[in-house]
């Protein structure tokens, strides 16, 4: 999605005659303590890359748009972007693009940037977020069991199936939606390449039969570091959806 600054941008532009000089980006904090790796069960920022898939009437995945870099900070530590408890930089670059902050998340504000490895995070901190440089070395986790995925479903009915074909991920989650409010989320702390998931009988008698009904599979590969003695979850994700046939 493409955001635009409108009035504010042009006050702004009137405000200031010169262009304010970015800062020189931040090094590295030194190890042992800052850059190693964090197991630790809540973040102070999430900063994610992703990609959104669509599986095809040939059970083949088909990339939606281009690479997409995501962001959020917090006072406190949280597992998932979130937009409670927020925190801010002073500014965030992505493969040295400045990105956009819209009060809750920051975002790259250009849908055509292809984006490719290293994927290098630079952030300019303040007195809650600290500054630091991060090159995340993980490609995007991989998915090729779309031709199993069921293609329909019985709202009331138990939906059982295997995720097959998954490598490189930490985490999965499936969830099922039918576009009017009816979400149903499952979790996998696993790095498996199979995975069963079963919808019940209640979960799915929950949904409304619609047009907009969609299988989705979320496939996470984490990778958590300290910088100034708090931890940054850099991960790297794979969205797909699936429409499904509501018998």
Known sequence: MKYYLGI?????VLMFSCKKEEPIPPAPNVPPIDGAASYAS????????YQVNEVTAADTLAV?????????????PMNYLQNASVATVDSLFFNTTKMTYDGSYYYEDNSFTQYVAPYTWQVYGNSVIPSFTYTNPNSLPSYTGCAILPDSMKLGKVLNFNLTGLSGQSKVACFLSDGNGGFV??????SN????????????????ASGSMVIGIWIIKDNARYFGGKSFNFTTELLISKPLYVQ
Do not use: R
Request: with cysteine; charged share 10%; hydrophobic share 45%.
């Open 8 to 12: 504010l941008f042009f006050i702004c």
């Open 42 to 49: 809540g973040h102070y920022g999430v900063l994610q890359l």
């Open 64 to 76: 939606v748009g281009y690479l997409n870099p995501l962001a959020s900070f917090s006072q406190a």
């Open 185 to 190: 989320f499952k979790e996998f702390l696993s």
């Open 193 to 208: 390449s199979t995975i069963p998931v079963s919808f019940s009988e209640s979960e799915t008698a929950g949904m409304t």
